[in-house]
Structures are given as structure tokens and as C-alpha cells.
Antibody, heavy 121, light 108 residues
Framework: EVQLVETGGGLIQPGGSLRLSCAASGFTVSSNYMSWVRQAPGKGLEWVSVIYSGGSTYYADSVKGRFTISRDNSKNTLYLQMNSLRAEDTAVYYC???????????????WGQGTLVTVSS | DIQMTQSPSSVSASVGDRVTITCRASQGISSWLAWYQQKPGKAPKLLIYAASSLQSGVPSRFSGSGSGTDFTLTISSLQPEDFATYYCQQANSFPPWTFGQGTKVEIK
């Protein structure tokens, strides 16, 4: 069964750092495009970052320079290192596999259950 | 960046009703459009990709259409389990990938 499980969320003070993890099963992280998508409380979905199978990384302007996406192939796990956190980073963070085929385009499927990050003093 | 605009932001409907949600892209995206369903406290679920292709396991009462800048999600006969928020997403070649603001389907 293809599954993603996020961990690492919590309450953190503004300016602090946090690392989220996303453990995958049923497929190989390094052979796929993998993304983080977040959702602020009561708000819509916002794409955050992607790591391509070849290792290239891209970020939303809102997190560029503060967040770093990476993966550990031996653990089949995706990470998001979040530094210089702000109140506006408060959200549920989802990891998701990104479609790579021409037929489907870059869609997000499946998704993890999400982990809540709260940035507050 | 490509902006995605959904309408309406919410719709009240009854079981058995036909519901239509529209999504407009700020520039042409061919058929690179996906639709997701999200229930409270749950992760989004992919319903439709490539504008009109039904994801495996999704009921046939869901359908999608459109190309270029204008797209539609239709639920032909609303079921109790369909009350949720629906998002469109442009699935174009390069990031950033953007979502519509969501449409909440509520019980009338």
C-alpha cells in the first residue's frame, strides 16, 4: 500500500526552527517528485516546495531562503527544514507525491495525513 | 505565477442535486488541471487529473471538462458523502503549482 506519514510538527516560537519528516512506504521517494503543501487554519492549499527525482529543488517565494527540502534515500523519507519561522507559517503541512507522467501532469497523489506547525510566542 | 479562481466560493445543495463548480486560470494551461476533494480534518484526495480523467476509485458521478483557461467540475447527483470542499490545481510543467481558493459544498 502506498502511504505517507508526516511527523515533526508542534509549537515553536517566532524565529525558531523545526524539521518535518515524511516517511514513505509502498514506493521509492528518490524515484519520484515529492512536495510539501501547507494549509493555514481555515484557509486554502498552498504549494511550498518540491524535490525532483534528479535532486533539483524549487520553493514558493514565501519560503525561499528559509525552508530547505531534502530526502534520505536509505530511510525512504522526505524532509522539510524550516528556519526563521514566522506566525504566517502556521499551517498543517502535508507531504505528497507529485505526478511525473505527461498523461496526468504534476498532480499531488497520494497525500500524507498532515502535521500541524504553530508559530507563536 | 498562474492564478486560479474558483466560483462559487460556496454552494448549498440537496442530495440528488447536480452541482457545478468552475475554475479559471489566469493564462492558458492546456488540460493540466486537477480537482481535489477535502473533508474536514482530512488530507485532500485527487478526484480528476488532466481536466477530465477520473482517478481510479472515484465514482462516475464526478466529471471534469475544459481546456485552456476555463474548467468545470460536475457532480451529477450529489450524495451525502460528497459534502466537502473542492479545489482545482494547475498541474503545468513547472512550479509554482497553484490552487484555487476552494468551493465548499454544503447541505441545503
Amino acid at each position: 500500500e502506498v502511504q505517507l506519514v508526516e511527523t515533526g510538527g508542534g509549537l515553536i516560537q517566532p524565529g525558531g526552527s523545526l524539521r518535518l519528516s515524511c516517511a514513505a512506504s509502498g514506493f521509492t521517494v528518490s524515484s519520484n517528485y515529492m512536495s510539501w503543501v501547507r494549509q493555514a487554519p481555515g484557509k486554502g492549499l498552498e504549494w511550498v516546495s518540491v524535490i525532483y527525482s534528479g535532486g533539483s529543488t524549487y520553493y514558493a517565494d514565501s519560503v525561499k531562503g528559509r525552508f530547505t527540502i531534502s530526502r534520505d534515500n536509505s530511510k525512504n523519507t522526505l524532509y522539510l527544514q524550516m528556519n526563521s519561522l514566522r506566525a504566517e507559517d502556521t499551517a498543517v503541512y502535508y507531504c505528497a507525491r507529485v505526478g511525473m507522467s505527461i498523461a496526468e501532469g504534476h498532480v499531488f497523489d497520494p497525500w500524507g495525513q498532515g502535521t500541524l506547525v504553530t508559530v507563536s510566542s | 505565477d498562474i492564478q486560479m479562481t474558483q466560483s462559487p466560493s460556496s454552494v448549498s445543495a440537496s442530495v440528488g442535486d447536480r452541482v457545478t463548480i468552475t475554475c479559471r486560470a489566469s493564462q492558458g494551461i492546456s488540460s493540466w488541471l486537477a480537482w481535489y476533494q477535502q473533508k474536514p480534518g482530512k488530507a485532500p484526495k485527487l478526484l480528476i487529473y488532466a481536466a477530465s480523467s477520473l482517478q481510479s476509485g472515484v465514482p462516475s458521478r464526478f466529471s471534469g471538462s475544459g481546456s485552456g483557461t476555463d474548467f468545470t467540475l460536475t457532480i451529477s447527483s450529489l450524495q451525502p458523502e460528497d459534502f466537502a470542499t473542492y479545489y482545482c490545481q494547475q498541474a503545468n510543467s513547472f512550479p509554482p503549482w497553484t490552487f484555487g481558493q476552494g468551493t465548499k459544498v454544503e447541505i441545503k
